[in-house]
């Protein structure tokens, strides 16, 4: 339903103090109003008094809701702004909340690119951020949450190391080896053609972070951009792909959606065994230029650790 005039008042307030904090994050005051509405309408229980949803809406942190806005969104602005605001704050929570010796920028930068990505609901992990606390309480009830599973996984793997079961890792392999014979030269022609049709400067950047190694502020660091849009550049890299190699899947060699879903599964179940995606990114030619394109910078391939001073 529409938002009444009592709550459409106090909408220009709210905005205001969001974007003095986080600046501008993209959106309108219209789009916020609607999104702070939506939250209220889905939590009041659908109670029409003016009292409880005016109550309800005071005790919200509006000011990180429009952060959220921004950035469920997909505004850029938003999300370098959230990456400027909490990334430091995620990787201490991350330092403290795990054991030493942990990369603690990893996990930081895999955090952030969780709440980038949709849940099984098919919604930003963003969204599920409803403004009933603190922007930064919620992230650090998510890194806790995440760092006591990570226990329970090592602690059970452990536990399960020490008792006499089948050997399940056997078992997995012969499976991903018998799909290895069955799909992988698809596979391999598949994933060649998505490769063909990216950029000189995405296939450095997955050389880089799959070859080398390197953390995402590494590879922003070389390429003068921040670090928050090299993780939104490797997602919609990393989609591209895999859509293509689904499209090709389906429309050239006929698979259903259950055969598609067992192939891909073979490289994340046994990349050893499946395709040699690193060889595959070297070999695969540069895209032909079309006419009016601007020739490609000549840049030879570094070593970054060289670049950086290593």
């Known amino acids: 339903m529409p938002a009444p005039p009592y709550f459409v008042a106090i909408v220009p307030e709210s905005f205001a103090a969001g974007h ?7 959106i309108t005051q219209e789009l916020f109003g609607d999104y702070i509405w939506d939250i209220i309408c889905r939590h009041v229980n659908g109670s029409s008094e003016e009292y409880t949803q ?12 429009y952060l959220a806005c921004g950035c469920v969104d997909k505004q850029e602005r938003a999300w370098t702004a959230f990456d400027a605001r909490y990334r430091r704050f995620i990787t201490d929570l991350v330092r403290f909340c795990y054991r030493h010796g942990t990369d603690n920028e990893e996990i930081a930068d895999s955090v952030l690119v969780s709440l980038f990505l949709n849940d099984r609901s098919g919604r930003q992990r963003i969204a599920s951020y409803d403004g009933r606390s603190s922007l930064a309480t919620w992230l650090r009830v998510i890194v806790t949450n995440r760092a006591i599973n990570d226990r329970n996984e090592r602690k059970l793997a452990t536990d399960e190391g020490v008792v006499d079961v089948p050997d399940g890792r056997a078992l997995i392999n012969l499976e991903s080896s018998l799909r290895a014979q069955r799909y992988g ?13 990216i950029t000189e400067k995405e296939r450095l950047m997955l050389l ?4 080398q190694n390197l953390q995402l502020g590494q590879i922003a660091r070389l390429m003068g951009i921040h670090q ?4 939104r550049q490797m997602l919609r890299l990393q989609t591209k792909l895999r859509e293509t190699v689904v499209q090709r899947l389906a429309m050239q060699y006929r698979l259903s959606r259950s055969a598609i879903e067992e192939c891909l599964a073979e490289v994340v179940d046994n990349p050893q065994l499946s395709i040699p995606l690193m060889a595959l990114i070297k070999a695969v030619p540069k895209p032909a230029a079309r006419a009016g394109d601007a020739p490609p910078p000549r840049e030879p391939f570094r070593s970054p650790r060289a670049a950086d001073g290593y």
């Open 20 to 26: 003095a904090y986080y600046g501008d994050v993209g």
């Open 208 to 211: 880089w972070r799959y070859e």
């Open 185 to 197: 030269s698809i596979l391999t022609e598949s994933l060649a053609e998505a490769l063909g049709e």
């Open 54 to 65: 005016m109550d309800f809406a005071r005790r919200l942190y509006l000011r990180d809701l």
């Open 228 to 231: 928050a849009n090299v993780t």
